[in-house]
Structures are given as C-alpha cells and as structure tokens.
C-alpha cells in the first residue's frame, strides 16, 4: 500500500481538479510541464539530443551526468531581471572582455554555438596547449584535460554546463521583474569527493544566497572588494547584469548585437513567439 493510500483511503482524486502534468527525463533530470498543449517532451527537446557529442581528439565519451556526483548547491542572487540572466549566459561575445583574466585560457575565437529547437548548444575550446588548471576537482573519466566548455541551454531558464572537471546545472529562477536567484549544482568524479576541503564556516558574501555539499564554498568568492578585480566567473557576470539591469530601468537604448550575440537574438524570438508547442 503506498502511503498516500494509507493517509488518505477514501480520497478520489478524480474529485479534486487535478490538471495532468508531463514528464520527461534527459541527461539525468526530471522535466515536468503542466501545460495543456500537446506535443509532448520529446517534440519539446527537439534535437538537442543529437547535438551531444565528443569536441577534442582523445574524448571518449561525451559527458555523462549518471557517472558523477553532486559535489555542491550554490544559489546566487542577483538583482537584474532572469532574462537579462539567460542571454548573459548564452552570450559570447562578453567572454573574452569581461572574463580576459577569469576565462583567459578559452579560445573564444572557435566558439560554436548552434539552435536546437528553441535552444542552443555551445562549446568553445581552449587555447592550444592549455589544460584544465582547476586543481580542487579530478578532470572526468573518459574527458580530455584540454576540454574547454560546452552546455546545453534549454528554453526557458536552465543550463547544462561542462568543463574537463565538472558537470553542473545553471538554473535562473524568476523572483521578481528585476531580480533572480541562479541555482548552480556542481557534479564532478566520485573521486572528488577523497579530496574534499575542509569546511569554511563565516557569513556568505552578499551575492550568495546558499553554499553546501562538500565543495560549495570552494567556488564562491567571499574575497571582497570589486566584482571586476576578482577574478571570479559568477561576480563578474553578476556585476554585468545589474548593470544592465540599471541601464535599462534607466532607458537605455539597445544597440546592434555582434556576431557573438547571435544567441540573444535567438533567445529573443523564442520568448517573443512562445506559446505551448502543439
Ligand atoms: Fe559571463
């Protein structure tokens, strides 16, 4: 007997007004949508399954999420509208300007990304000669240590990120119109985990909502002073979309998109033109 049963042995849920909801699975996660169109979550992935795929000579198998383990939650905060926070994300042409010294090993100049349906996949190698420089996690069985990094975006607001070291879901959950809170869960080898640093107790620095598992507070910055001299990924990009969080509340205008920024302008027609796939 299960235990919904046993509480409620008289219950028809047919009386209720339940609405039916969908399920998917994919690379480990379970996908819900209570919408009524049809359509189904394969029609809504699309092809994003084919665009998984081995990038560098030596990779053995794409990234497998079913092999690792979850390493570490990090739930950020950041005051711009969870929009501004995708096409931060999906945007390339920022990386090398923002990121010079943070990504500095990335060779953004062979950044891929391709649509998918409503979504992108995107990899970008690394410089020639350089290899994965993260010495707190193992790189991946079966992932060269010159992956650079791929993910997979999936309308409307989450992530699959990888790197030769870890495999990590970028979640953006609206708060407010102008403010997000960014979920990141980071998996990594289950050899990681014989090498976990040892807890670091102190308040959280502002932007940084949650930090647990046994590496959650390894990839936040407490460091202080500017985000733009901290040589941290997250700070950066949080800096980023405040400020055009900020500009835009202040009227901004919006100027022509580079060649990089191609992705946004897919991002935009999706949101302009969603509507439940039927
Ligand atoms: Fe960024």
């Known amino acids: 007997m299960t235990l919904g049963r046993d509480q409620f042995p008289d219950l028809d849920a047919g009386c209720l007004g339940l609405r039916p909801a969908r399920l998917g699975l994919w690379r480990n996660h379970v996908f819900v949508s209570a919408a009524d169109a049809g359509g189904g979550f394969d029609k809504w992935l699309a092809d994003m399954p084919a665009t998984i ?28 509208n969870w929009k501004i926070v995708t096409e931060n994300f999906i945007d390339g042409y920022h990386l090398p300007l923002l990121h010079a010294v943070s990504l500095g090993d990335g060779d953004f100049t062979r950044q891929q990304w391709v649509p998918a349906g409503r979504h992108i ?121 405040e400020a055009v969080q900020q500009g835009l509340a202040a009227g901004s205008t919006i100027g022509p998109l580079a060649r990089w920024e191609t992705p946004l302008a897919h991002f935009q027609r999706q949101v302009l033109d969603f509507a439940p796939l039927g």
């Not at 081995?54 to 739930?75: A, C, I, K, S, W």
């Open 53 to 80: 795929a081995t990038h560098e000579p030596g990779q053995t198998r794409p990234h497998d999420p079913t092999r690792l383990v979850e390493v570490g939650v990090m739930t950020f905060r950041c005051r711009a």
């Open 121 to 241: 996949t995107f990899y970008r190698p690394l410089k020639p000669g350089m290899a994965a420089n993260d010495r707190a996690l193992p790189v991946i069985d079966g992932i060269p240590p010159n992956y650079g990094a791929s993910y997979q975006w999936l309308f409307p607001n989450i992530a699959f990120f990888e790197t030769a070291t870890s495999w990590s879901t970028f979640h953006v959950i609206p708060v407010a119109a102008d403010l997000s809170e960014i979920v990141v869960r980071l998996f990594a080898g289950p050899e990681a985990l014989d090498h976990a640093p040892a807890p670091s107790p102190g308040p959280l620095p502002d932007h940084v909502i949650t930090a647990s598992g046994a590496f959650g507070r390894l990839f936040v910055d407490g460091s202080g002073g500017h985000a733009l001299e901290s040589e941290d990924v997250m700070r950066e990009d949080i800096y980023a979309c």
